[in-house]
C-alpha cells in the first residue's frame, strides 16, 4: 500500500494502464512536457513519448474529434479537457457523435474512450475553471459519467473507464486533489462503474452526495449530535447511478439529505429525489431536501466559498430534515 493523494492515484492508474496497454493514449492542452495544469501527467511525456503523451493545440472539438477518430480505430485514447468551463467547444463532438456511435453503427462501432477533466470549484480559479455540470452529461444517452471522491476509488474506476467499451467522463474534483491522502493499492484493481459506497452507516437519515462534497458531508457529520445517526452514501458513479442502495437505504431510514455542488435547479439531486419520491414514498417520514449551490454564476474568489455548500450549511440541512 502507498499513501497517495488523489492526483497521485490518477497518475498511478494512467501508468499502469499505458504499461498494461499499448492502445493507452494521452491527448490534451500541456499534457506532455508540463504534466498537466495540475500535474496529474507529470513524468508520462518522459516515461512513453511523444507518440503517447500527445500535446495538442488549444482546440477542444479537435481535442475530442481525434479522440474519437482514435476510439473508432482501435486504440483506448484518454483526451484531458483542461477545466470543465472548456467542455462547451467539445460538446458537439462528445454528445452527437462519441455517444452515439454504438447506436448508430448498431453496435458494430464502439468508442472506448476515457474523457479526463477537473470540476468544481473551491480553489480561487477564475471563470470557467470552478462549475459542476455532471447533470448536463448524465443527460445524454450514450455516456458514462464518473466522480471520485477518494484516492483509492479515483485509481480504481479510472482503470475502469479506460476498460470500458464505451465513452466515459471521468470528472475530477480539483478541491481534493491534493487535500488529503489515503492509502491505495500498488497493484492494478477497479471499482465497478455504477455502483455506490456506504460511506457510514446509520439508521436516522441518508444523505447522498458524490465528488469533492463527501468530504464536507463527512465533516458536517462529525459535528451532529451523537443520538442522531447518519447513513453517507458517495453515489461515485453519477451515470448510471445505484439507485437500489440508496432506496435500500431511505427505506431504512425515512429521510434523505442530497448534497452536490452545482447549481440546485436541475442538478442530478432532483433526479435521485425524484426515484426516491417515486420507490420509497410510503417510507418517508420528511420531504428529501437538497444542499447545494445557488442558482447563480459561480462567484469570484470573495464569494465562492460562500456558494459551495459546506459543512455547517450540510449540517443545517440535516437537522432540519431529521425534525421534520
Known amino acids: 500500500m502507498a499513501s497517495l493523494t488523489l492526483v497521485q ?3 498511478l492508474a494512467l501508468i499502469q494502464e499505458m504499461e498494461a496497454d499499448d492502445r493507452v493514449l494521452i491527448l490534451g492542452e500541456d499534457v506532455g512536457k508540463n504534466g498537466g495544469v495540475f500535474r496529474v501527467t507529470e513524468g508520462l511525456h518522459e516515461r512513453f513519448g511523444a507518440k503517447r503523451v500527445v500535446d495538442t493545440p488549444l482546440a477542444e472539438s479537435g481535442i475530442m474529434g481525434s479522440a474519437i477518430g482514435l476510439a473508432m480505430g482501435g486504440l483506448r485514447p484518454i483526451p484531458e479537457i483542461q477545466f470543465e468551463g472548456f467542455m462547451g467547444p467539445a460538446y458537439d463532438q462528445l454528445t452527437n457523435h462519441a455517444a452515439r456511435y454504438r447506436s448508430r453503427s448498431r453496435g458494430s462501432i464502439t468508442i472506448p474512450m476515457t474523457v479526463r477533466v477537473p ?6 480559479a477564475p471563470e470557467l475553471h470552478s462549475d459542476s455540470p455532471e447533470a448536463i452529461y448524465a443527460h445524454t444517452p450514450g455516456l458514462k459519467v464518473v466522480m471520485p ?5 479515483a485509481k480504481g474506476l479510472l ?7 464505451d465513452p466515459v467522463v471521468f470528472f475530477e474534483p480539483k478541491r481534493i486533489y491534493r487535500s488529503f491522502r489515503e492509502e491505495v493499492p500498488e497493484d492494478e484493481y477497479t471499482v465497478p462503474i455504477g455502483k455506490a459506497k456506504i460511506v457510514e452507516e446509520g439508521s436516522d437519515l441518508t444523505v447522498v452526495t458524490w465528488g469533492a462534497s463527501t468530504v464536507q458531508c463527512i465533516e458536517a457529520m462529525d459535528s451532529l449530535p451523537e443520538d442522531l445517526s447518519v447513513e453517507l452514501i458517495d453515489l461515485r458513479t453519477i451515470y448510471p447511478w445505484d439507485e437500489e442502495t440508496v432506496v435500500e437505504s431511505v427505506n431504512k431510514t425515512g429521510r434523505c439529505v442530497i448534497v452536490h455542488e452545482a447549481p440546485k435547479t436541475a442538478g442530478f439531486g432532483a433526479e435521485v429525489a425524484t426515484v426516491i419520491q417515486e420507490r420509497c414514498f410510503l417510507k418517508l417520514q420528511a420531504p428529501v431536501q437538497r ?3 445557488f442558482d447563480t454564476v459561480m462567484p469570484y474568489y470573495k464569494l465562492e466559498l460562500e456558494y459551495l455548500p459546506d459543512a455547517a450549511r450540510i449540517g443545517k440541512g440535516i437537522l432540519e430534515c431529521a425534525a421534520y
Do not use: K, W
Request: glycine residues 16%; negative net charge.
Open 9 to 11: 492515484a490518477i497518475n
Open 119 to 124: 470540476v468544481g470549484g473551491g480553489i480561487h
Open 149 to 153: 471522491s477518494s484516492p483509492y476509488d
Open 159 to 165: 482503470i475502469s473507464a479506460i476498460r470500458d467499451p
Open 291 to 293: 444542499v447545494a449551490g
